[in-house]
């Protein structure tokens, strides 16, 4: 049971974007980030997160990963310990290994997920909502059944329960439709909520074509929100919540969003 500390952090890991960024995966064929608009964007995010209170470590630009300035998809956090992903994209599939490296740097504890899973397991982090009272993970195209019950064994050890739901088609990651408000309530996308899969939660609903808001990181006493939705930010202010708008515009283009650019934790 994690209740608040699902949104309560001290700490941040985070990947400069690498010039290969702007050969980042997306799923359609639109353009390429702006390289200098992704760095700009990127320092905004990090200074939004030590705003909240965090202390941001940055590692350095990996070239040979275009993708790895999200550096939530290769790995989880519970607390001070970081949990090792396999991700599902073929041309991510050595981010973990690369962030080994600074395991035991950053965290107080490292778990490897990969020599524990079976042949062909996949997961990434993208797909694993944290909330208050669980772990809810969407099996997707990144995400297979085998990578769900490895994790679902380790969480066992943190008294953590994983739920394996379905991320609705076309989606990319489960999160990129849905985010964390507080530890017993979810903002999402109409379609995700439709599916029934936050019973029991209180949720509260993007407007439509507010979708890519759903995205959204609850640090702290802050609400990280993507620009360009001001229904949404309305929405969120209307409840109660202290908002604050970041441009994302250029991960946006390779379908990264708020909750994929940071590992957020806590030390003690
Ligand atoms: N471009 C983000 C991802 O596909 O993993």
């Not at 609903?205 to 990280?224: Q, S, Y």
Request: proline share 5%.
């Amino acid at each position: 049971m994690l209740g608040a500390q699902a949104y309560q952090f001290n700490h941040a890991l985070t990947r400069s974007p690498a010039k290969s960024v702007i050969d980042g995966l997306r799923a359609g064929d639109g353009p390429n980030p702006v390289f200098s608009h992704f760095q700009s964007q990127h320092q905004a995010y990090q200074k939004a997160l030590e705003d909240a209170g965090l202390t941001v470590n940055c590692l350095a630009a990996d070239e040979d990963f275009p993708d790895s300035v999200f550096v939530e998809d290769p790995a989880l956090c519970i607390g001070g310990s970081v949990i090792l992903l396999s991700p599902g994209a073929p041309s991510r599939y050595g981010e973990a290994g690369r962030l080994a490296a600074h395991g035991q740097r950053y965290f107080d504890t490292l778990i490897d997920l990969r020599p524990r899973l079976a042949a062909g397991g996949r997961i990434d982090g993208g797909d694993i909502l944290l909330t208050g009272r669980e772990a809810l993970i969407g099996l997707s195209a990144r995400t297979n059944q085998a990578g769900f019950d490895a994790l679902a064994a380790v969480l066992q050890d943190f008294s953590i329960i994983a739920r394996p739901l379905e991320t609705p088609a076309d989606i990319l990651h489960f999160k990129s439709d849905c985010g964390l408000l507080d530890a017993e309530t979810i903002f999402c996308t109409e379609r995700l909520a439709k599916s029934d899969c936050f019973k029991g939660y209180r949720v509260i609903t993007a407007p439509a074509g507010d979708e890519p808001a759903a995205n959204l990181i609850r640090v702290n006493d802050w609400v990280l929100l993507a620009h360009g939705h001001p229904r949404s930010a309305e929405i969120l202010d209307y409840h109660g919540y202290q908002v604050k708008l970041l441009d994302i515009s250029e991960a946006a283009k390779i379908d990264g969003g708020l909750s994929c650019m940071s590992l957020r934790y806590h030390r003690q």
